[in-house]
């Protein structure tokens, strides 16, 4: 716990396709943020080829979420492993269960919650347009993904912004 104390730490949550990743990488090189992906973890994971991989793979393809303790772990690890004394964890926590594993593992809480909000329209186009050839990236899936989020994700951000951490970013470029 000691080491997550010293950290500056800012957690980014928004749904599949609202540009938490674009974003992230942009913060984290222009402030020099060690940027820890809890979704590029998970497909790392998935890569290895391991049996938990495996696991995580099924979880993913049915558009549930990843259970606490593996994605705390992995997220733990990444952060360990960093030299950055701030860290911005992009796409974590997805629901209460992750925020309270992850507040009871680290011993604290984030510094800064930044929350994407995006409509579901554009969240849809933009997932569908990205091809990426990820397992997640179908219209059967991205609904999925969609409901999880709204019914997991906004209790993690309504929590935040009771303590005054959640900060509210509309994620639709005003160019059109």
């Not at 000691?2 to 957690?11: A, E, V």
């Not at 979704?39 to 979420?65: K, V, Y």
């Not at 209460?96 to 510094?111: H, L, M, Q, V």
């Not at 059967?140 to 019914?151: A, G, Q, W, Y």
Request: net charge neutral.
């Amino acid at each position: 716990g000691f080491l997550f104390t010293r950290l500056i730490k800012i957690l980014h949550i928004g749904g599949p396709g609202s540009g938490k990743g674009t974003q992230c990488s942009r913060i984290a090189s222009d402030f020099g943020f060690s940027h820890v992906s809890a979704g590029d973890l998970l497909r790392n994971e998935i890569s290895a080829g391991t049996d938990q991989g495996e696991w995580i793979l099924e979880i993913i393809r049915e558009g549930r979420i990843v259970p606490s303790e593996i994605t705390v772990e992995l997220v733990r690890k990444a952060i360990e492993s960093s030299t950055a004394k701030r860290v911005l964890i992009d796409g974590f926590p997805r629901c209460e269960e992750n925020r309270i594993a992850f507040e009871k593992i680290t011993g604290t809480e984030p510094d800064l919650v930044l929350f994407f909000d995006c409509p579901e329209d554009e969240m849809v186009k933009r997932l569908l347009s990205r091809n990426q050839g990820r397992v997640d990236d179908n219209i059967e899936t991205i609904k999925k993904r969609l409901k999880v989020f709204e019914s997991l994700n906004l209790p993690v951000v309504e929590y935040y912004s009771s303590r005054g951490k959640a900060h509210k970013q509309d994620s639709v470029s005003r160019e059109s």
